[in-house]
């Protein structure tokens, strides 16, 4: 019996992050110290690259026997894991350089990490989503304490590989329970065994852990523990990138796994999603007010808008998941330009962390104070920005799926949230000037200034976002 090669052209984006990670690896390793700033440069190139061959592929497609899909989908998802990834790479590259701790291998692992992140999106079989999810986190457990000299960073690193290899656990066991109910691992087959025969107590069971584990990666309520700590302690660009690219990858691969293999049993699912949601959302609103640490109080942020996108799962209908696509593409953007102004707080003595330190930025930075304002309305969900139309698409989805009361505690939990970032404002504007901060990095200014413009301006094109968005959802329906 001859065996035949699987079409790869599905999977051409992740082979070439792969194959270019490991020629990345080897110039790093044979070029040492002096081959940091052509590592960082060629893993930006590399992440362009896979993004132009994913907008340029065609037709749609699976490959490994069904196991990895290429769809409209995962096209979306994966492009905005590749546009964050990017931009962390390129915004950590003044920092690192200051604070001494250039590595080549920061950029190696984060290209790894994506690789995984863009398997997790594709992922339509147990055993690839297991693999992506844990090639991942196995790079970004390493990311969280590369900076070796600084005890909080080895103690993030520590504590998030801990808590991690305890929620892979959780999921793992949860799969093996999905096959042994239903003797499949592919979603297509489960989602068919479901509706065939329909839910058993087991299998209720497998799906729990499986969530669990999922809602661990997204750092929903109560497997949201890890957060603040991971957040405070790891570089700040590190930082910068767990809290952008991973969430997107772990959020699309739990649309995935939610709709895709147990949409027959969506009333099953709903319940605990809505739980997390809810869970999430208050949470995120009451435990970021005494934060004074604005990495912290980014971490309770954070929480909370993974609340928010679940509430568009939660619906488990089409304008849900076109409103969970809608909020990523938000989130990305203003969480990289949050992070783009935390980065540039930097004053002679090194890095400053605490909010009151940004006091009267107004007088001192004023372009720097209205770009953090607008990012900081966006989180809030004020209108005309972008964060409010986020919120909009996916309580409206709630309400259309009679999930009333889910889309009033979201409302309320908005309300108690934009307390905190209000204060920033508050402190920003009206509070007595502090010592300004260093100039800020030129790619620093192109970050900010770019995603600062997509919050203002979202409603030119709110149209061809919500088209993308739509067409992301159809692929379940």
């Known amino acids: 019996m001859t065996g035949t090669l699987p079409n790869l ?29 052509t590592v960082n440069l060629l893993s930006v190139l590399l992440i362009a690259l896979a ?17 990895f899909v290429l769809d409209p989908f995962a096209r979306l998802m994966k492009f905005l ?9 390129v915004m950590s590259a003044g920092y690192a350089r200051k604070e001494r701790w250039e590595r080549f291998e920061y950029p190696v692992l984060i290209v790894l990490a994506t690789a995984g992140m863009m398997l997790m999106i594709s992922a339509t079989d147990l055993i690839s989503l297991y693999v992506g999810l844990e090639l991942q986190s196995l790079a970004i457990y390493v990311l969280a304490a590369i900076n070796r000299n600084s005890l909080r960073s080895t103690e993030a690193g520590l504590k998030y590989f801990v808590l991690g290899a305890l929620s892979s656990g959780m999921l793992l066991y949860g799969a093996s329970l999905i096959y042994g109910f239903t003797g499949q691992t592919g979603f297509e087959a489960i989602a068919a065994k479901v509706g065939g025969q329909g839910v058993s107590t087991g299998l209720i069971f497998g799906l729990v852990f499986l969530i669990a584990g999922l809602a661990f990666k997204v750092s929903a309520v109560p497997f949201h523990m890890w957060t603040p700590d991971v957040y405070e302690g790891a570089p700040t660009p590190v930082t910068a990138f767990i809290s952008a690219a991973p969430k997107v990858a772990a959020m699309a691969l739990f649309v995935r796994a939610a709709v895709g293999a147990f949409g027959p049993a969506a009333g099953e699912w709903q319940q605990i999603v809505t739980f997390l949601a809810i869970a999430s959302m208050v949470l995120g609103a009451f435990a970021a007010i005494g934060q004074r640490n604005i990495k912290r109080l980014m971490a309770y942020s954070s929480i909370g808008h993974m609340g928010y996108a679940l509430v568009g799962l939660a619906a488990g209908t089409e304008a849900g998941v076109r409103g969970v696509a809608i909020y990523l593409i938000v989130y990305l953007a203003m969480t990289l330009g949050a992070f783009a102004v935390i980065l540039s707080m930097r004053r002679r003595d090194g890095m400053v962390e605490e909010i009151s330190d940004l006091s009267g930025l107004s007088r001192t930075s004023p372009v720097l104070a209205f ?5 900081l309305f966006s989180l809030a969900g004020i209108p005309p920005l972008a ?23 979201g409302v309320l939990a908005s309300v108690v949230g934009a307390y905190y970032y209000l204060r920033i404002v508050k402190i920003m504007y009206f509070d007595e000037p502090a010592e300004g901060f260093e100039r800020m990095p030129g790619e620093l200014k192109v970050v900010l200034g770019v995603c600062g413009a997509f919050i203002v301006l979202y409603v030119l094109i709110a149209g061809p976002v919500g088209g993308y968005a739509e067409a992301a959802a159809r692929t379940f329906f």
């Open 51 to 67: 993004a132009a061959v994913l907008l340029l592929m065609t037709p749609d497609g699976a490959t490994f026997s069904g196991a």
């Open 9 to 37: 052209l599905p999977a051409l984006p992740e082979l070439i992050v792969a194959v270019g990670a490991l020629a990345l690896l080897m110039i790093g390793v044979f070029g040492g110290d002096r081959s940091v700033g």
């Open 371 to 375: 770009l953090l304002a607008m990012i």
């Open 81 to 89: 894991t590749l546009l964050g990834s990017g931009v962390a790479i």
């Open 387 to 409: 964060g409010f139309f986020a919120k909009f698409y996916v309580f409206m989805a709630a309400i259309e799926a009679e999930l009333y009361w889910l889309a009033v505690i």
